[in-house]
């Protein structure tokens, strides 16, 4: 995978990079596991605007992915990596030994035509192949990983990213996660082996406005430039820096204020992530 340029016959093409997409080897996706993706535009059931910024973009079905990774023992062939609209990671359509197919997140070098198994016991250590973390080896790279039993990967699924299994002890394991971050996860939630693909995503400049506008991502305004009704930053003689620690139009602390509230799972973080 690499990066592209284009020949500024406009000025936004100046800046603007893309991907290649020379992984891609479907030119549409499997019908069968689409399905439409109704957007709100940021606000809520009320009408009002929940989510500043957000409305418009180009239209997009949604792919049913298989985060579960719960077709156990049965072998499944890669078909075609795909692009996924929704996601930065790409994604592969797998092919099961009994018919059935499936799309999962494309690790890095996971090739058309490789076979990968979910088990419950330890298999091989290859690119796409899931289990259990007490069936993984220490210093393994994984991602999609669950937080529950059975609830299906929630952690380390964007572009590029992984995590890596650092020790085992009792019933948990603990995983340095793609911020730092270090984390006691059971034993019996499941993973999948490899660093997710796509690691050039990062490096994507996007050149023009009207290319966040094609995603859904509408203009950004800085509070220092509204007047007071508008924004707590707002106002003043001249250019002014706000005077006050950062806030959000509501006023609440921003840009550092702690939010997490979730004592549950407050035994669960061994390290936080580094600054």
Known sequence: MGIKTYRPTTSSLRQKTGLTFEELTAPRPYKPLLQSLSRTGGRNSRGHISIR????GHRKLYRIIDFKRNK??????????????????????????????????????????????????QVDILPGNAMPLRCIPLGTVVHNIELRKSKGGQLARSAGTGAQVLAKEGDYAQIRLPSSEIRKIHLDCRSTIGQMGNLDFQNISIGKAGRNRWKGRRPHVRGTAMNPVDHPHGGGEGKAKGG???VSPTGKPTKGYKTRR???TQSSIVRRRSK
């Open 53 to 56: 910024h957000r409305g418009g």
């Open 262 to 264: 979730n004592k549950r």
């Open 72 to 121: 156990i023992d049965v072998p499944g062939i890669v078909e075609t990596v795909e692009y996924d609209p929704n996601r930065s990671a790409f994604i592969s359509l797998i092919k099961y030994k009994d018919g059935e197919k499936r799309y999962i997140l494309a690790p890095l070098d996971l090739k058309v035509g490789q076979t990968i198994l979910s088990s419950d016991k």
């Open 244 to 246: 006050r620690n950062p």
